[in-house]
């Protein structure tokens, strides 16, 4: 008799959050038992909603990457363990609160833009809910740790206590993006800054994007919510009819001729705006004490770096910084996400309009840090191109003659800057909707499958000298975090990284929309056929959610583990065995993992991974989310540190009207003290 498998669905506990805050709380073991070798502190950040939602999921849909960061904090000590969290209250976090239920700011309310949160008259939410960077001077006692997001300034915070202590540069020492005046000044950054240990410096990113499309839609999506009702019904009408045309013109191909009707006009207002908008990429250097350094980063040619998505990452290695334009893309197609309410055609139809598909290479820029002297103000980059488009990568810290080895991540034609609408039809169940409970969730029904790479690049010229990639078709599919050993027993970072823990989502047939199909149907690296990808058979219980080691020596997989039916693993983070023998993979591996309705922390052998877990943990205060990035301190301690940016200063020179003074005084400063 054949018996047909079910088919799992996405684990609805990704999909929720709470905002309440926990400390000291005692997780409950529910399989296996806590290792009394385990020690130190695990840092977990995610999104977990705004003020206007009140904790996930997000009443309109809007991004889940889109909220304030939770900071969570696992202490282990002797076999026990016990979880402390921490909302990151940054000032624009107050001015959110403050706008949303005080009528009399009403007016000044941030609103969600898909990844962002923006008001016309404040500026630029910084969400700081992405990443971690441990740090410390020569000087220090103990390790710092900031917070860090793509689109704002790294916040650092208070180890023992959570608390948002000071952001890391004044207002001051950022170029925004946009050439207005804001409280709080739309920046963009990058949520992976580096540390190198050996010279006690940190160095970021601050840059810029000429294209006119950022101003213009966050104004044109501001003005079209008061248009008048008879151009909501004219736009509705142009929707419809290309939804419904007599002609059967596909959105697709719409879509594809759209985007070569905009690209010239878009060159064209991009060269009309350059003065007032420029492209700018600033390479950052902070020594934890003083104020920020910085250095343009200028092209052969003369012309400046130019990025055409996000710098996600960067790297660095003895000799050399390594920057790259990264597959997250930053945009007005990310922040359109219901510039009309009740017409969702017409958002469908701008979506259409708006939407472009990742590039598929990742361009990247590596800086010698030679040239970085007090006396320059630009620096010479050494250009490249490697051919897949990747989020993450990592770096060994040894570059032997020169020679750069880069570890990345692919995840091919995969879009996590897109989400899942509410009018998105779904590509297996058409022409069913996708369900409406995934409102928000990353679009990440994979359109091929995600691959690893090893790259020899010589950081003088520019050139690949070697290349390896490899992939496996059934646990690779949205490749997204890692864990390798950040520290030696030292304290330093390892010269070379000779083993990296992955995490795969898993391949979820309802996350694929057809809209992602048609964007993504002619990617140029595909490995895994079209025809192959939409077997029913394969997508659903065939490519789980994954966690394994690679050997970046031999460049293959050397250990793994596959979730069950119904589970993903999620934001793995590696921690020395106490008192263990100090190599790569003697420790622990512990994920957050979600499955039903149920979000879990488990805990991994990290020589055994195919074993399976050794112990799971939960309790149902602790309702986390989609978790994103990691790390572990082997000590907590109140921060003695003097760096600090005192908040009235730094804003209150960009305070223009009394109200937004008001509300500063009244819901921002006294937080601040």
């Known amino acids: 008799m054949n018996r047909e498998i079910p088919e799992s669905r996405f684990p609805e506990a990704a999909m929720t959050a709470s905002r309440a805050e926990l400390s000291n709380l005692p997780l409950n073991t529910i399989y296996g038992h806590v290792p009394t070798d385990l020690s130190g502190h695990t840092f977990i950040i995610a999104p977990v909603g705004t003020v206007a939602s009140g904790g996930l999921p997000n009443p309109n849909g809007t991004h889940i990457f889109n909220g304030d960061g939770m900071i969570y904090r696992l202490d282990w000590q ?6 402390k969290t921490k909302l990151a209250r940054t000032p624009c976090f107050y001015a959110d609160q403050a706008t949303f239920k005080n009528l009399a700011y009403r007016s000044h309310q941030f609103r969600d833009r898909g990844l962002l949160r923006f008001s016309p008259s404040l500026g630029l939410r910084d969400e700081v809910d992405i990443a971690f960077l441990a740090f ?17 300034r790294p916040y650092e915070i208070d180890t023992n206590s959570l608390e948002v202590v000071t952001p890391v540069g004044g207002n001051t020492e950022w170029k925004p993006f946009l050439p207005f005046s804001y409280p709080f000044p739309p920046v963009l950054s990058t949520s992976h800054p580096t540390f190198d240990g050996y010279t006690n410096e940190v160095f970021l990113v601050n840059y810029g994007r000429s294209l006119s499309n950022f101003l213009e839609s966050v104004r044109f999506i501001y003005d079209l919510e008061q248009l008048p009702q008879e151009l909501e019904q004219l736009l509705s009408a142009i929707a419809k009819l290309l939804k419904n045309n007599p002609l059967q013109i596909p959105l697709g191909m719409f879509s594809k001729f759209s985007q070569s009707f905009w690209k010239p ?62 597959s997250l893309k930053i945009g007005p197609e990310q922040i359109l996400n219901n510039p009309i309410p009740d017409s969702l055609e017409t958002e469908r139809l701008l979506r259409q309009l708006l939407t472009r598909s990742q590039q598929p290479n990742s361009p990247i820029f590596i800086v010698r840090r030679a040239d970085l002297k007090a006396d320059v103000t630009t620096v010479v980059v050494r250009p490249a191109v490697i051919p897949l488009e990747t989020v993450h990568f990592l770096a060994d810290y040894e570059n032997p003659d020169g020679q750069i080895t880069l570890h990345t991540a692919h995840l091919c034609a995969t879009d996590i800057a897109e989400w899942v609408r509410k009018y998105d039809i779904s590509k297996f169940d058409a022409p069913k909707s996708a369900p409406l409970w995934l409102g928000g969730m990353l679009a990440n029904g994979q359109m091929d499958v995600g691959r690893l790479g090893r790259y020899q690049i010589d950081g003088e010229t520019g050139q690949i000298r070697d290349a390896k990639v490899i992939y496996d078709t059934r646990r690779h599919w949205g490749i997204g975090f890692y864990a390798y050993q950040e520290r030696l027993a030292s304290g330093l970072p390892p010269k070379r990284i000779d083993n990296i823990y992955w995490q795969s989502l898993g391949f979820w047939p309802e996350l694929l929309t057809e809209f992602i199909y048609n964007l993504y149907e002619d990617y140029p690296y595909r490995a895994v056929p079209l025809q192959e990808l939409l077997q029913r058979q394969e997508a659903f219980h065939n490519r789980p959610s994954s966690l394994f080691r690679v050997d970046t020596i031999k460049m293959e997989v050397a250990d793994f583990y596959d979730a069950p039916p119904g589970y993903f693993i999620s934001s793995p983070q590696f921690v020395p065995r106490l008192n263990g023998n100090g190599s790569s993979t003697d420790g622990y591996i512990v994920c957050t993992v979600f499955g039903g309705n149920n979000n879990e922390i488990w805990i991994f052998q990290a020589d055994e991974l195919g074993a399976g877990p050794i112990c799971k943990l939960s309790h149902p205060q602790l309702d986390f989310g989609f978790t994103m990035h990691t790390t572990w301190l082997s000590a907590i301690a109140p921060r003695t540190a003097n760096y600090d940016i005192p908040v009235r200063q730094d804003y209150e020179s960009l305070l223009n009207q009394p109200v937004i003074q008001q509300l500063f005084t009244e819901a921002v400063y006294p937080h601040f003290q």
């Open 78 to 83: 002797a076999g026990e363990v016990t979880v």
């Open 136 to 152: 410390n001077t020569a000087t220090d006692s103990q390790e710092r740790l900031m917070i860090t997001y793509d689109a704002g």
């Open 265 to 326: 006009l878009i060159s064209w207002i991009e060269h009309w705006l350059g003065t007032a908008m420029p492209d700018f990429v600033y390479l950052l250097q902070w020594d934890g004490v003083s104020k920020l350094q910085r250095w343009q980063l200028m092209l052969p040619d003369g012309s400046p770096v130019r990025i055409e998505q996000s710098i996600h990452q960067i790297a660095i290695t003895k000799d050399y910084v390594v920057l790259m334009d990264t």
